[in-house]
């Protein structure tokens, strides 16, 4: 008889001690799960970090190209008006009548001798 108390006895104390095995993993898993959240957090922000400074340099590097883009577009429309200045001018200038008696006036003479000069510096 005495064994069969004995044996309920240990039984009881084996479920005890499991519950309460049960219990402790209970808590280090939530423990752990908590930790994990954290982490996540604090990684997901450090990736918004990292895209926010992504999209402001992208943005700072697009400023500059339009930036440099508005300056060739400037300098080549510059350059255009002065070609189309060039071209007018001399269409003037070949339209008017210069030679009188083949000979040129001064004015002539001069845009002549300019063309030709422009021409054999190119």
């Excluded at 908590?34 to 982490?39: F, P, S, V």
């Excluded at 190209?65 to 071209?87: C, G």
Aim: contains cysteine; aromatic residues 6%.
């Amino acid at each position: 008889m005495w064994v069969v108390v004995a044996a309920k006895f240990w039984r009881e104390i084996i479920i005890g001690f499991l519950a309460f095995l049960l219990a402790i993993s209970l808590a280090v898993l939530n423990y752990k799960t908590g930790q994990l959240k954290e982490a996540e957090q604090k990684c997901q922000s450090k990736i918004q970090d990292i895209e926010r400074k992504n999209l402001k340099a992208l943005a700072e590097k697009q400023n500059q190209i339009n930036k440099v883009s508005a300056d060739y577009e400037k300098l080549r429309s510059e350059q255009n008006t002065k070609v189309e200045t060039v071209t007018r001018e001399v269409q003037k200038i070949v339209e008017r009548p210069i030679y009188l008696n083949h000979c040129l006036d001064d004015d002539g003479v001069h845009q002549i001798n300019s063309l030709i000069e422009a021409k054999r510096a190119s």
